[in-house]
């Protein structure tokens, strides 16, 4: 524990919020999103109010050799922005979103969450490529890559990552753009939270809305197979326009879905069009003959709706583990065994789902950002979240058994963002862009202060 004079030093040298364990407010304020990363005692918690605060923190840091977690929207499935006996550097102050429609640009501040940046972009019929739950932050979605409804028309999210401001380990404010330290650009787009601490996004936004023709079809379970081939078939040849997923879920208990379903095992097709919706109901019409719904919620839908969809059923606190990997294709043995799966999961939110890649994401060069993989046409991602800890084992399990079925058809590859275990970084990236990320973690994190992450560690 840090004694109190310390801490006064560092009060003296921010103008944020100081959370000590001692403060009334410490316990909410050490909580992030993931509640199976419940517990950890982070020394202090500096809830930064810019980047004067943030260099401040991450001085002092160093000077007391303290471990150092870096917080943006506290969505991190493998819990690290938090830490025990570290300093935790909160950006959760700087909300702030500022756009400029005629250069067609979002300002936003590295603690800012996707319900805040797509509120502000739609005010003026604007959009970037968000999450999925709008509670997500933009900071962490963004430096991993960001995989939203509207990738395969603006690429992800780290696509549209047009510069940033970034506070590197040695207390510097540097500016990364494609003609300021371009390579720190390059390693944002895709390389995590390695590099820096990011208190000012710049993302490109796009026309998209106010309504985009999108939402749920939900199908009974008995259509798993069925579905899966015509979801690999159909994605071969979808416009650009069209991002979907194709999820083998558990009915939730929403009103919009007959009562006789609610708790039970269906397959759900969602997707969303970002182009003309006459277009759009030609293209998906395929699942809306493939078999009876249960419920058929596609069509004209305010993109803002789109965006909060599911927040209800990921809300704060519930234990979370998710792994995923790279699909270099669907076969019959895969689609076989992730129908078995999707029955036998141990709770009612273990979820499989299977991303439709390509289209913007695939265009972009692979050597031209961090992310790797961009030819993977299918990401594959097992979704699990419960409320009692007495069923972490259970959960963790079968969210791996679900990859591990997918291995010989993987193309050992993963998104970062969607690893429950924070040791994957070397098997995500591969090798040769791994040591590209390592040598520019040498020249900008030399010591790697900033290692609770997808952790690239510094080449020299
Ligand atoms: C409910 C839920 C839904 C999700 N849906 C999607 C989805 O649709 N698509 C998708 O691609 N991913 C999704 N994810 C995964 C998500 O992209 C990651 O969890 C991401 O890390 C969240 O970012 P955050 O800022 O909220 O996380 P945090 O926990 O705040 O941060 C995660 C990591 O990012 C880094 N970081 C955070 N802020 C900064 C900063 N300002 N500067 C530098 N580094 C920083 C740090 O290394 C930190 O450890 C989802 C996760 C959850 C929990």
């Not at 030609?282 to 493939?290: I, K, M, V, Y």
Request: aromatic share 8%; hydrophobic share 40%.
């Amino acid at each position: 524990m840090l004694g109190e004079a310390t801490v006064e030093e560092l009060r003296q040298g921010v103008r944020g919020d100081i959370v000590t364990p001692d403060d009334p407010a410490y316990d909410a304020a050490a909580r992030i999103w993931n509640g199976m990363h419940d517990g950890h005692r982070p020394a202090v918690i500096v809830r930064c109010a810019g980047a004067g605060d943030v260099i401040a923190a991450v001085g002092f840091a160093r000077s007391n050799d303290l471990a150092i977690a870096v917080r943006g929207g506290a969505h991190s499935i493998a819990g690290s922005s938090t830490c025990d006996d570290g300093i935790v550097i909160d950006l959760s102050a700087l909300r702030y979103v500022h756009v400029d429609p005629d250069r067609r640009r979002a300002y936003v501040g590295g603690g800012a969450v996707w319900a805040d940046v797509d509120h502000e972009t739609q005010a003026h019929g604007l959009a970037t490529t968000g999450g999925m739950v709008s509670t997500t932050g933009v900071a962490g979605f963004t430096l991993g890559g960001g995989i939203g409804w509207l990738m395969r028309k603006h690429g992800l999210a780290c696509d549209n990552l047009v510069a940033a401001t970034v506070v590197t380990a040695d207390g510097r404010v540097v500016h990364a753009s494609e003609s300021e330290h371009a390579e720190l650009l390059w390693a944002l787009r895709g390389g995590g939270g390695n590099f820096g601490v990011v208190t000012q996004f710049e993302l490109a936004v796009h026309p998209v809305g106010p309504t985009v023709y999108a939402g749920p079809i939900f199908y009974s379970a008995e259509h798993g197979a069925k579905l899966l081939r015509l979801f690999r078939d159909w994605s071969a040849h979808t416009p650009d326009d069209i991002t979907a997923l194709l999820n083998l879920t558990t009915a939730p208990p929403l009103p919009v879905i007959p009562e006789a379903w609610h708790g039970r095992k269906v397959v759900a097709f969602i997707a969303v069009s970002a182009g003309p919706d006459d277009d759009a109901e030609q293209r998906l019409r395929p699942f809306r003959d493939a078999a009876e719904p249960v419920a058929d919620l596609l069509g004209p839908t305010p993109y803002i709706a789109m965006q909060t969809l599911v927040d209800p059923l990921w809300q704060k606190g519930i234990h979370a583990y998710f792994k995923a990997a790279n699909l270099a294709r669907i076969d019959d043995e895969l689609i076989e065994h992730l129908c078995e799966l999707h029955v036998s999961g141990p709770g009612p939110q273990c979820e499989i789902h299977i991303h439709q890649m390509g289209g913007a994401v695939a265009r972009v060069p692979e050597e031209a950002s961090a992310f790797p993989d961009r030819s993977m046409p299918f990401v594959l991602n097992a979704v699990t979240g419960w409320q009692d800890p007495d069923l972490t084992a259970a959960h963790v399990d079968w969210a791996r058994t679900v990859i591990a079925a997918a291995s010989s058809i993987s193309t050992g590859r993963a998104y970062v963002n969607f690893l429950g275990d924070a040791d994957a970084a070397r098997s995500s990236y591969g090798a040769g862009k791994y040591a590209r990320l390592a040598s520019l973690k040498s020249q900008y994190d030399p010591t790697n202060c900033f290692r609770l992450n997808q952790n690239i560690e510094p080449s020299r």
